[in-house]
T-cell receptor, first 113, second 115 residues
Framework: KAGVTQTPRYLIKTRGQQVTLSCSPI?????VSWYQQTPGQGLQFLFE???????NKGNFPGRFSGRQFSNSRSEMNVSTLELGDSALYLC????????????FGPGTRLTVL | AQSVTQLDSHVSVSEGTPVLLRCNYS??????LFWYVQHPNKGLQLLLK??????LVKGINGFEAEFKKSETSFHLTKPSAHMSDAAEYFC?????????????FGQGTTLQVKP
């Protein structure tokens, strides 16, 4: 069974632009969560989607948003990029929200210049 | 509020010697606890998980961890380090109900393995 896939793997943007990252969960997994990893703040929870609905949200500004499609694939969007948004963005999937174990993708490395 | 503290930011061992990575947690609920490993430029891989069954949990690649409620600890150990174990390790807590997808990560411990 294929693992969690994320595209693109690397991205370079400039301040003020917006970006969309994509995540395809493991087949049969309906819950997708997003995390931001930076050297200073570590790994922080962004949000979780299940059945196309956001179930939980971390402490991030409204510039960070996401959505989930009927096939469970998810996208996250960051608008008006700031230098501090440079990070590794990780997606994780699990079968359903009541199942604790999450499986992570390789991440998208976003660099904001 | 739940939190995780990894007591060492960097641990260095020689190949073939034991590994000990320390983790303390704080949780209002019976916690689910995990250890994840991250190799350079890779995603996170689950090593092992504790979800209120046996307190000694065995994971992949010879790692194990012991849940000690009285000490609020969940230390990760391995009897004999291998060069391929060099990576970043994260101790993680989640609430037992699983109704939230939110995992709370420790700051990570970098494991260096010397030949």
């Amino acid at each position: 069974k294929a693992g969690v896939t994320q595209t693109p793997r690397y991205l370079i943007k400039t301040r003020g632009q917006q970006v969309t990252l994509s995540c395809s969960p493991i087949s049969g997994h309906r819950s997708v969560s997003w995390y931001q990893q930076t050297p200073g703040q570590g790994l922080q929870f962004l949000f979780e989607y299940f059945s196309e609905t956001q179930r939980n949200k971390g402490n991030f500004p409204g510039r960070f948003s996401g959505r989930q499609f009927s096939n469970s694939r998810s996208e996250m969007n960051v608008s008006t990029l700031e230098l501090g948004d440079s990070a590794l963005y990780l997606c994780a999937s699990r079968q359903v929200p009541s199942y604790n174990e999450q499986f992570f993708g390789p991440g998208t490395r976003l660099t904001v210049l | 509020a739940q939190s995780v503290t990894q007591l060492d930011s960097h641990v260095s061992v020689s190949e073939g010697t034991p590994v000990l990575l320390r983790c303390n947690y704080s949780s209002s609920y019976s916690p689910s606890l995990f250890w994840y490993v991250q190799h350079p430029n890779k995603g996170l891989q689950l090593l092992l998980k504790y979800t209120s069954a046996a307190t000694l949990v065995k994971g992949i690649n010879g790692f194990e961890a012991e849940f000690k409620k009285s000490e609020t600890s969940f230390h990760l150990t391995k009897p004999s380090a291998h060069m391929s174990d060099a990576a970043e390790y994260f101790c993680v807590v989640s609430d037992l109900s699983g109704n939230t997808g939110k995992l709370i990560f420790g700051q990570g411990t970098t494991l260096q393995v010397k030949p």
